[in-house]
T-cell receptor, first 117, second 115 residues
Framework: ETGVTQSPTHLIKTRGQQVTLRCSSQSGHNTVSWYQQALGQGPQFIFQYYREEENGRGNFPPRFSGLQFPNYSSELNVNALELDDSALYLC????????????????FGPGTRLTVL | GNSVTQMEGPVTLSEEAFLTINCTYTATGYPSLFWYVQYPGEGLQLLLKATKADDKGSNKGFEATYRKETTSFHLEKGSVQVSDSAVYFCALSIISNFGNEKLTFGTGTRLTIIP
């Protein structure tokens, strides 16, 4: 069973640029959630994708957007990067039950460390 | 809203000492509770979980009991090892009005074990 993978591992961008981060979910999972973890803080929920649609969003501006593909992999896009976007971006995959939309335990990837200069 | 409050760190202990990291939560409804661990330079690993009141989660010698009456989920280990040095996050998960479940994390507690 393949775990959650993320790419790239590290990324350096300059203010105003755009970035795309990628996540491959664990086999058998249909839901991907993205989190931002600033240095020394706990992860903050950005949004979740279920069956290729956004399924809930945290307190992040619209320049944070995402996609989920038919194979349940996902992308996180951030436009107009700001210095405060520097963080570890974590992807978590899980299985959501169709009948009641309850989500099982979320399993995390290793993260992408984004540095904005 | 939902929130998690964790014991402030850092915590430094000698090897074989007893560990407690306190965690309390505020939630509307009945959350599931989790402890995740983050080793240096890595993502989060699930350590243990509990889905209903009085459930005890356990793994690798760590334990935590879901206490609804005190809204707590304290992490304990009887004898810590140097390899337990990491940052520990308490988290809750609950189905929102939108039908999704998201994790709400505490700020983390850095644990260092000295040989």
């Amino acid at each position: 069973e393949t775990g959650v993978t993320q790419s790239p591992t590290h990324l350096i961008k300059t203010r105003g640029q755009q970035v795309t981060l990628r996540c491959s979910s664990q086999s058998g999972h249909n839901t991907v959630s993205w989190y931002q973890q600033a240095l020394g803080q706990g992860p903050q929920f950005i949004f979740q994708y279920y069956r290729e649609e956004e399924n809930g969003r945290g307190n992040f501006p619209p320049r944070f957007s995402g996609l989920q593909f038919p194979n349940y992999s996902s992308e996180l896009n951030v436009n107009a990067l700001e210095l405060d976007d520097s963080a570890l971006y974590l992807c978590a995959s899980s299985l959501t039950r169709v009948e009641d939309r309850a989500t099982d335990t979320q399993y995390f990837g290793p993260g992408t460390r984004l540095t904005v200069l | 809203g939902n929130s998690v409050t964790q014991m402030e760190g850092p915590v430094t202990l000698s090897e074989e000492a007893f560990l407690t990291i306190n965690c309390t939560y505020t939630a509307t409804g009945y959350p599931s509770l989790f402890w995740y661990v983050q080793y240096p330079g890595e993502g989060l690993q699930l350590l243990l979980k509990a889905t209903k009141a009085d459930d005890k989660g356990s793994n690798k010698g760590f334990e935590a009991t879901y206490r609804k009456e005190t809204t707590s989920f304290h992490l304990e280990k009887g004898s810590v090892q140097v390899s337990d040095s990491a940052v520990y996050f308490c988290a809750l998960s609950i189905i929102s009005n939108f039908g999704n479940e998201k994790l709400t994390f505490g700020t983390g507690t850095r644990l260092t074990i000295i040989p």
